[in-house]
């Protein structure tokens, strides 16, 4: 089975940046649309943003638009996060993604969890 790797995580202050990636391993997803999703202490995993399986599609939850760039990088089997102007409401553990068959953006956020492949998340914390 292909295994998400997420990374970039840590902790940062208010208004400052962090790009996360998410590596394939074991095989491929560049015909698959992927995604990030995140969890904060005590609340529901959220969806944050979704990119089809080109690039050239993208799609924001509306707290992180403007703010969060999703992007990929099919030779390298990677997905990106960059993330700027970050917000103490920013701090989650962040999941990426994977569409187990769909390639577009709606098949990251209208799928039932069951059917992504998922990593296992990286922490960011944003202090004041």
């Known amino acids: 089975q292909v295994q998400l790797l997420e990374s970039g995580g840590g902790s940062v202050q208010a208004g400052g940046s962090l790009r996360l990636s998410c590596a394939a391993s074991g095989g491929t997803y560049d015909m698959n649309a992927m995604g990030w999703f995140r969890q904060a202490p005590g609340k529901e995993r959220e969806f944050v943003a979704a990119i089809n399986w080109s690039g050239h599609s993208t799609y924001y939850t509306d707290s992180v638009n403007g703010r969060f760039t999703v992007s990929r990088d099919n030779s390298k089997n990677t997905v990106y996060l960059q993330m700027i102007s970050l917000k103490p409401e920013d701090t989650a553990i962040y999941y990426c993604?994977?569409?187990?068959?769909?390639?577009?953006?709606?098949?990251?956020?209208?799928?039932?969890?069951?059917?992504?492949?998922w990593g296992l998340g990286t922490q960011v914390t944003v202090s004041t």
């Open positions: 993604a994977a569409s187990r068959t769909g390639q577009a953006i709606g098949d990251i956020i209208q799928a039932p969890p069951a059917n992504l492949n």
